[in-house]
């Protein structure tokens, strides 16, 4: 049964940095796609960051610069790092894994991470 288990996040002040991880069990992040999303309370999700199974990654517009998306294929976790932070960062964080590169659909979920930035 594959599980994808989200922490690193918390409470910090704009201009700070987190570095939230997603260990992955019965799923092995190095041959996978996968992405961060998040979800601000009362707006949609959005796509944070991807990765794919080459090790190319993207960032959406608004954290370009700012976040970085990468993995540990020895620990098997994917990583995402975020500095210079905003209080429109703030929001839950998951990340999600597609059963197969071939398809557009992210089939596993983990419950999520809090991010909180004030200013």
């Known amino acids: 049964q594959v599980r994808l288990v989200e922490s690193g996040g918390g409470s910090v002040q704009a201009g700070g940095s987190l570095k939230l991880s997603c260990a992955a069990s019965?799923?092995?992040?190095?041959?996978?796609?996968m992405a961060w999303f998040r979800q601000a309370l009362g707006d949609e999700r959005e796509a944070v960051a991807t990765i794919n199974i080459s090790g190319s990654t993207t960032v959406a517009d608004s954290v370009k610069g700012r976040f970085t998306v990468f993995r540990d294929n020895a620990k098997n976790i994917l990583y995402l790092q975020m500095n210079s932070l905003k209080t429109e960062d703030s929001a839950m964080y998951y990340c999600?894994?597609?059963?197969?590169?071939?398809?557009?659909?992210?089939?596993?979920w983990g419950q999520g991470t809090q991010v909180t930035v004030s200013s």
């Open positions: 019965a799923y092995n992040v190095r041959n996978a796609c």
């Open positions: 999600a894994g597609r059963r197969s590169c071939w398809t557009s659909e992210y089939n596993y």
